[in-house]
C-alpha cells in the first residue's frame, strides 16, 4: 500500500512538472494573489476584471492563474511562494496586508518580478502600485452638496487607516467646496466586509437625517437600505446601480487593466523597472461610473471637476484646509505632499466625528 | 426615532435568536454542533436560489429551512453513525458550509434579490407604535417568537421533552430506558439545522436581500456564544439575542450622533454587554450545573 502511494505520488509529481514544463516555453506567466473571492462584488472583483483584460491583451503570449481567498497573514507568504515556485515570471498580490509576505518572498525570488498593491515597501524586483480615489471621493463630495436638501450627508467607514480617512477628508473638501456649511456624520463599521453591520450602519444614518449616503466598505447592502428609504448614494469599488438604479449618483470603479497591461507589456519588452506608483483619474486607473439620478447642472458640475482633476487643473487637497480643531494645515494654494496623505491620520475642518486612534 | 431604531433592532436580533434556539435544542440532546455559521450560510444561499428561481421568497424561506436541515445531517451522519469528534466535525462543517455556498452561490452575485414581504395584521398594527413594530413583520420574526415559545414548552412541559433533556444529561441511562438515543440526537440536529437555515434565509431574503459569500459574517458563532451564555434557556437565548442586537445598533447611533466614544470601544460593547447580562442572570451555580446537558459532546455507542 505504501509502496503503491510513493509511485502514484511520483507519477503525479511527474506528470506536474511535465505539464509545467511544457507550457512555461510557449507562455509567460503574468500571476495573481486575491485576497477575497473575484464575485465579492468590489475590491478582488475589480482586480479579476483587470485580469481577464490583461488576458484578453495578450491572448496567446500569456497566462494568467490566480489564487483565491488567500488569508493576510503566514499563510499569504506560503501561498505567494507557491506561486513563485510555479514558474511565475511576475506576481501582482493586491491586499495591503501581503505587504510583508511579498517582500520576504521578492528576497527569496531574485528573477520574479513582483507587483504589490496599496502598500509602501518596494525593492529592486518588487514595485507597488496604488490609485488616487480620493479624486473620486472630492467629486461626490460636490455631488453630495448639491443634491443634499439639508447639508449632511453619511459616511460609512471601515477601519480608521489613512487610506479612509482620506477619502473621508476629500469628501468633505468637495463638498465644502460648493457649501461651505455643508457637514458629514461618520459611523465606523470596524469591518470592510458584513453586510448585515453595514446595512446597520447605513439605517442608523439615516435615521439620523441624512439624506447621502457614501460607503468605504465592501457590499452593496448600504445601497440596498438608501434604495429601500428613498435617499440618494454612492457606490465603492464597482458599479452598484444594479442595487440601486434609482439610487446611485456615481461610483468610483477601481480599473486595474490598463495598469496590468501596461506592466505585463514592459515585462514582456524587458523593460520593467521598479517602481512606486500612485496614479489617478488622468490615468485611467479608477474611474466614475456614470452620472445619474441627478440634474443636468450637476452632473456638468461633476464632469467639469473631473476634467480638472484629470488635467491637473484641480488637486483636491489644496489650501487653504484647516484641520477639525481649527488649526491652520495648508497655507492658500498649497498643495498636500503624497507622503502626508499617505499618512493621514487627522481629519480637516467640517467633519462631525472623533476620529478613532 | 425610537420606533425606527426599534425596528432595526428585531431585524438584527431575529437571526441570532433563531439560530441560537435551534442550537440550543440540539445541545439540550447532548450534541455539540460547531457548524451553526456554516448551516446558516448554506440556508442563505438555498433561501435566495429558492427565492430567485421561483419567484417567490415565502418558498425561499422553505428552501432554506430545508437546506440547512440537509446539511446537518451530514454532521449528523458523521457524528452520530460514526462517531466522529463532534467538536472537530463541526468545525469542518462549517468550512465546508462556507466553501459550498459560494460555489452554489456563485451566479447569484451582484442580482439584486427580493425582500420578504411583512404579514400585517389589520386593526392591531393600526395600533401606535406597537403596531408596525409586531404586527407588521416578516414571518422570521414571527416564527423567533413562535420558537421561543415552543421550545420553552417542548423541553420543560412535554413528555418528549423530558426524555430528550435525560439524553443530553445522561445518554447511557436514557438508552437503558429504552430511549432511542440515536433517532432523537438525528432530530435534534436536524432541528438545529432548519432553525440555522432559517436565520441564513432572514439574512438573504429580509436583513440585507441580496446573496454575497461569507454574508452571515460570524453571526452563527456568535449564536453559539449566546446558547452558552443563556445556559441552555430558551428566554435567555431570546434575551441575550436581543441585548446583542440592542448594543450593536445603538453603538452605531452614538457614533453618528457623535458622542465621541472611540468606535473600537463601542465595537467591543454588544459582546461585552451581552457577556455580563448573561452571566449575571445565569449566575446561580446550582442551576446552571443542572441546566448543562452533561453529555454535552461526548460519543454514544449503543451497546447491543
Not at chain 2, 278 to 296: C, F, G, Q, V, Y
Request: glycine share 10%.
Amino acid at each position: 500500500m505504501k509502496k503503491l502511494i510513493i509511485a502514484l505520488a511520483a507519477t503525479v509529481a511527474a506528470l506536474g512538472g511535465l505539464s509545467s514544463g511544457a507550457q512555461a516555453q510557449e507562455k509567460t506567466k503574468v500571476c495573481f494573489v486575491y485576497v477575497g473571492t473575484k464575485t465579492d462584488g468590489g475590491w478582488t472583483q475589480a482586480h479579476d476584471i483587470g485580469r481577464q483584460e490583461l488576458q484578453k491583451a495578450f491572448a496567446d503570449k500569456i497566462e494568467t492563474p490566480y489564487l483565491e481567498s488567500v488569508p493576510e497573514g503566514p499563510d499569504a507568504e506560503r501561498a505567494i511562494e507557491r506561486m513563485a515556485r510555479s514558474g511565475c515570471a511576475m506576481i501582482f498580490t493586491t491586499s495591503f496586508g501581503f505587504m510583508d509576505a511579498t517582500v520576504k518572498v521578492a528576497e527569496k525570488f531574485p528573477k520574479v518580478k513582483f507587483e504589490h498593491a496599496t502598500g509602501f515597501k518596494a525593492g529592486p524586483n518588487l514595485a507597488t502600485y496604488n490609485s488616487r480615489f480620493y479624486e473620486g471621493r472630492y467629486i461626490q463630495g460636490q455631488i453630495a452638496a448639491k443634491m443634499s436638501k439639508k447639508g449632511l450627508a453619511g459616511y460609512i467607514a471601515s477601519f480608521p487607516i489613512p487610506e479612509v480617512v482620506m477619502g473621508i477628508n476629500a469628501f468633505e473638501l468637495g463638498a465644502k467646496s460648493v457649501n461651505p456649511n455643508f457637514k458629514l456624520k461618520v459611523v465606523w463599521a470596524n469591518t470592510w466586509f458584513d453586510p448585515g453591520k453595514e446595512a446597520d450602519a447605513a439605517k442608523a444614518l439615516i435615521d439620523q437625517g441624512v439624506d447621502i449616503l457614501t460607503q468605504h466598505t465592501d457590499t452593496t447592502a448600504p445601497m440596498q437600505v438608501a434604495a429601500e428609504r428613498g435617499i440618494l448614494a454612492f457606490g465603492q469599488a464597482s458599479d452598484m446601480i444594479a442595487a440601486g438604479p434609482k439610487t446611485q449618483l456615481t461610483a468610483i470603479v477601481d480599473t486595474w487593466g490598463a495598469y496590468y497591461i501596461k506592466r505585463t507589456k514592459a515585462l514582456l519588452d524587458g523593460t520593467w523597472k521598479s517602481e512606486q506608483i500612485w496614479d489617478g483619474l488622468k490615468d485611467g486607473i479608477l474611474t466614475m461610473a456614470p452620472y445619474t439620478n441627478m440634474p443636468d447642472d450637476v452632473k456638468a458640475m461633476a464632469e467639469e471637476t473631473e476634467a480638472k482633476i484629470k488635467s491637473g487643473e484641480l488637486h483636491p487637497f489644496t489650501g487653504p484646509i484647516n484641520k477639525q480643531d481649527g488649526s491652520a494645515w495648508l497655507k492658500a494654494g498649497e498643495k498636500a505632499d503624497d507622503g502626508t496623505l499617505l499618512g493621514m491620520n487627522f481629519y480637516i475642518e467640517g467633519v462631525d466625528d472623533k476620529l478613532p486612534k | 426615532m425610537l420606533e425606527a431604531i426599534l425596528l432595526t433592532i428585531i431585524t438584527a436580533a431575529t437571526p441570532l435568536v433563531i439560530a441560537a434556539v435551534g442550537e440550543l435544542v440540539t445541545e439540550r440532546a447532548g450534541v455539540l454542533n460547531l457548524g451553526v455559521e456554516g448551516m446558516m450560510i448554506m440556508g442563505a444561499v438555498c433561501a435566495f436560489a429558492g427565492s430567485y428561481l421561483t419567484g417567490s421568497p415565502l418558498l425561499g424561506v422553505l428552501c432554506g429551512i430545508i437546506g440547512g436541515a440537509l446539511f446537518s445531517l451530514l454532521f449528523g451522519f458523521l457524528t452520530l453513525t460514526l462517531v466522529t469528534n463532534q467538536v472537530a466535525t463541526g468545525l469542518a462543517l462549517t468550512i465546508l458550509g462556507l466553501g459550498l455556498s459560494g460555489q452554489i452561490g456563485e451566479s447569484f452575485v451582484g442580482i439584486p434579490g427580493v425582500k420578504l414581504q411583512p404579514i400585517v395584521f389589520p386593526v392591531l398594527s393600526d395600533i401606535p407604535f406597537v403596531g408596525p413594530l409586531l404586527f407588521k413583520q416578516d414571518i422570521t420574526f414571527y416564527l423567533s417568537i413562535a420558537l421561543i415559545i415552543g421550545v420553552n414548552w417542548f423541553l420543560f412541559k412535554s413528555r418528549t421533552g423530558l426524555k430528550m433533556r435525560a439524553i443530553g444529561d445522561n445518554h447511557g441511562s436514557a438508552h437503558a430506558l429504552g430511549i432511542n438515543v440515536i433517532r432523537t440526537r438525528y432530530l435534534a440536529v436536524m432541528f438545529g439545522g432548519a432553525c440555522a437555515g432559517l436565520a441564513g434565509a432572514q439574512l438573504s431574503l429580509v436583513y440585507t436581500p441580496q446573496w454575497v459569500e461569507n454574508m452571515s459574517a460570524g453571526r452563527g458563532w456568535i449564536a453559539l456564544a449566546l446558547v452558552v451564555f443563556a445556559s441552555w434557556r430558551p428566554w435567555r437565548v431570546f434575551a441575550g439575542g436581543y441585548i446583542f442586537g440592542a448594543v450593536g445598533i445603538l453603538q452605531l447611533h452614538a457614533q453618528a450622533f457623535g458622542i465621541g466614544v472611540p468606535s473600537q470601544f463601542l465595537s467591543m460593547l454588544p459582546y461585552a454587554v451581552t457577556i455580563v447580562v448573561l452571566i449575571i442572570i445565569s449566575h446561580n451555580r446550582r442551576t446552571t450545573l443542572i441546566n448543562t446537558p452533561a453529555s454535552l459532546g461526548k460519543p454514544f455507542v449503543p451497546d447491543r
